[in-house]
């Protein structure tokens, strides 16, 4: 792949404005960095895009926050040293929601990334620019970061392959901390083997990072011809009366393909699936209140000078540097784990949490293999159309967030289209269970018709 | 409503956030409808009972207790808005009394 026709391609790009580093940063970053790379790697010469929450050396890692504009990280995340030493090369940081907090890629501090299908809609989020430039055919692969779906979303709004791993399965350190029992980085790919590649490459134990897995990397299987002998669980849930009609015939068509390669599909119930959204907005925005704390003004980013005393440098910085949702979530946050309310809001959370794993390891002790579902409710919406109600906004995650509060590994990829956008079809596997969930998504894969109208 | 405008600027000190005076109503209703939509959990059968959910490994690894170079490109000289000898410089903390 030559670096030429990749720095075109992302030139090209701008009007999406999914990239935050600017072209010529990349270009000169990308001669240094294809001198020193590896020949010979797995991903030897692989251009590869990465969200602005991930630490680099390269470029700025803003998280798409003025409170971190202009901030050069002193390490890089351990994903992103793996895949400099498998040959990859890092070609710029893309947008996304501020702090990864939101379901469109709108929340940005440096403004909000255009569908690569229709400039009027949102490419789904937080990971939303990785989303754009992987479906506008800019790069095979992206870095995005996941607490409640923000790869799975925009992947499906954008149509491209999305893998959110199992929790522990690839290093967190680097990666800028929002909810730190949900986040994990996850991958983005033009197709499943694309994106499977790039997965086996960063994921396995890492020492910088305690609640990373001892286990071995994942590695992609040969694509299966046939799914004979697999029971895959259609939760009712997750197909409510209300779900947009061209999305339920997406699902019922890939649901027929994988009959067709000889899977059994069993109905099933996850009862708590209702409870997963309120459940994640109190655990994120309380783990959000504290990680967000370290922004300060003292000791990195920029600051707000003029104060009188120290409380009200911090006051003045936060207040400046954060943006609206932020500030909602760190008010949230703050509030439910504040002294006599913490029992009746974080405390019920993490049991409803442990309700909705249950729910899951109930299923795939019953003989379930892997469970299909749509990834988001309906496809890409229009820019502005949630930007006043933060708690439509948060429905967008519907589908994908209940992985999270498990900490199971789920991904998706595109299974038609309606009216010309992208519908994603989810896979929920076991916790490291990622090379079964792989090779089902492979023999999906070759045979559904993914640009196709459902 | 269930947070008053008091009870956001509490926590809104509490959270060492300055909110503008006039986003405090909008912030007001946007944070009531946040906390009514989340507190549906409360009805859920066997929501006060169940084992909580912790993710990750059943015991911390540890690594051993070694000297080790810092893995830092640079240092908070670098990074800080305002760094001398050493230390990170801040304006008087006398409002910590209140």
Same mark, same amino acid.
């Given at each position: ?14 009007? &999406? ?38 630490? $680099?050396?390269? +470029? ?10 202009? +901030? ?40 909000? $990334? ?16 990785? =989303? ?62 694309? =994106? ?11 020492? &910088? ?25 259609? #939760? ?45 907005? !109190? ?19 920029? /600051? ?37 309310? +913490?029992?009746?809001? +974080?405390?019920?959370?993490? /049991? ?20 299909? $579902? #749509? ?10 159309? /949630? ?10 995650? !519907? ?8 900490? &199971?590994?789920?991904?998706?990829? #595109? ?40 | 409503? *269930? ?26 209703? %946007? ?8 507190? %549906? ?28 170079? *810092? ?15 050493? @230390? ?7 409002? @910590?009394?209140?």
């Amino acid at each position: 792949m030559s670096l030429a026709a990749t720095l075109d391609r992302l030139a090209k790009a701008e009007p &999406l404005h999914a990239l935050l580093t600017p072209v010529a940063d990349v270009r000169a970053s990308l001669a240094a960095q294809s001198e020193r790379a590896p020949q010979h790697g797995a991903l030897a010469g692989l251009p590869v895009v990465v969200k602005d929450n991930i630490c $680099t050396l390269e +470029y700025t890692t803003t998280c798409g926050s003025k409170i971190l504009e202009g +901030y050069r990280s002193p390490f890089e995340a351990t994903a992103i040293a793996q895949l400099k030493a498998a040959g990859a090369l890092i070609a710029g940081k893309t947008n996304c929601d501020e702090f990864a907090m939101g379901s469109s890629t709108e929340h940005s501090a440096y403004g909000r $990334t255009h569908h690569p299908l229709d400039p009027a809609r949102v490419p789904g989020g937080s990971s939303g620019g990785s =989303a754009a430039l992987v479906a506008a055919g800019v790069v095979p692969a992206a870095l995005g970061s996941e607490t409640g779906g923000s790869v799975r979303q925009p992947a499906a709004f954008c149509g491209v392959v999305g893998i959110k791993p199992s929790y522990g399965r690839v290093s967190r350190y680097g990666l800028v901390a929002f909810g730190s029992s949900l986040d994990q980085i996850g991958v983005f790919g033009s197709t499943v083997a694309q =994106a499977g590649q790039v997965l086996s490459v960063i994921s396995g134990t890492d020492p &910088l990072d305690s609640t990373c897995e001892d286990r071995p990397s994942v590695s992609l299987p040969d694509s299966p011809h046939e799914l004979k002998g697999t029971v895959i669980g259609v #939760p009712g849930e997750y197909f409510p009366a209300d779900l947009d009609a061209g999305v339920r015939r997406a699902c019922q068509r890939a649901m027929e393909r994988l009959k067709q390669l000889g899977a059994t599909l069993r109905e099933i119930s996850l009862p708590h699936t209702q409870y997963a959204i309120p459940t994640y907005y !109190i655990v994120a925005p309380a783990e959000a209140s504290s990680n967000l704390a370290r922004y300060d003004g003292v000791r990195y980013g920029p /600051r707000l000078d003029g104060a009188l005393d120290v409380r009200a440098l911090y006051r003045s910085t936060r207040g400046q540097g954060f943006g609206p949702e932020v500030r909602r979530r760190v008010l949230v946050g703050t509030y439910v784990l504040s002294s006599g309310y +913490y029992d009746a809001y +974080y405390g019920r959370a993490q /049991r409803m949490r442990g309700l909705i794993a249950q729910d899951f390891r109930r299923v795939f002790e019953q003989g379930v293999d892997l469970i299909f $579902t #749509p990834a988001t409710p309906t496809p890409a919406f229009r820019a502005g159309d /949630r930007m006043d109600d933060p708690v439509a906004m948060y429905l967008a995650d !519907i589908f994908t967030v209940t992985a999270n509060l498990a900490g &199971l590994p789920a991904m998706t990829l #595109p299974i038609g289209r309606v009216q010309g956008l992208p519908v994603g079809g989810q896979l929920i596997a076991p916790a490291f269970a990622e090379e079964r969930m792989l090779a089902a998504a492979l023999a999906l894969e070759s045979i559904v018709p993914a640009v196709e109208e459902a | 409503m *269930s947070v008053s405008r008091d009870e956001v600027l509490k926590i809104a000190r509490l959270a060492e956030l300055h909110v503008d005076a006039a986003a405090l109503p909008a912030l007001v209703e %946007q944070m009531s409808r946040i906390l009514d939509y989340v507190a %549906q959990i409360a009805t859920v059968a066997g929501s006060e009972t169940a084992p909580p959910f912790v993710p990750g490994p059943a015991a911390a690894p540890l690594r051993g207790d070694e000297v080790r170079p *810092s893995p830092l490109a640079f240092g908070p000289a670098d990074m800080a808005p305002a760094f001398r000898d050493g @230390f990170f410089l801040v304006p008087r903390l006398s409002a @910590f009394d209140e």
